[in-house]
């Protein structure tokens, strides 16, 4: 059973940093791509950040790129996002999720298995 767990959210201020962890069991995923979404109250679940497992390849939403960096650890099973420069417009909850074969990474449907998500809340 393939199971994926974020870890790591948490309250700060505007301008602060967080890392999220996703750690995946339940099977090899060095030929996944690793994904991070988002999703705001009242807000469609938008994509964040992407990294392919087997070559490192990542991908940013442009309204992250350059404060949010994307990274694994093959040895923990575990994808994280380091979050810098954090704005209140970062305030979500944060998903996980896994995409055998990946066409879009960028699009939510591409993606096979979901985390619970994690609650990240930037105040001003």
């Known amino acids: 059973q393939v199971q994926l767990v974020e870890s790591g959210g948490g309250l700060v201020q505007a301008g602060g940093s967080l890392r999220l962890s996703c750690r995946g069991s339940g099977r090899t995923f060095s030929r996944y791509a690793m994904g991070w979404f988002r999703q705001a109250p009242g807000k469609e679940r938008e994509f964040v950040s992407a990294?392919?497992?087997?070559?490192?390849?990542?991908w940013y939403a442009d309204s992250v790129k350059g404060r949010f960096t994307i990274s694994r650890d093959n040895a923990k099973n575990t994808v994280y996002l380091q979050m810098n420069s954090l704005k209140p417009e970062d305030t979500a909850v944060y998903y996980c999720?896994?995409?055998?074969?990946?066409?879009?990474?960028?699009?939510?449907?591409?993606?096979?298995?979901w985390g619970q998500g994690t609650q990240v809340t930037v105040s001003s």
């Open positions: 990294i392919n497992w087997i070559d490192g390849m990542t």
């Open positions: 999720a896994a995409a055998a074969r990946p066409l879009n990474v960028r699009v939510k449907n591409a993606y096979d298995y």
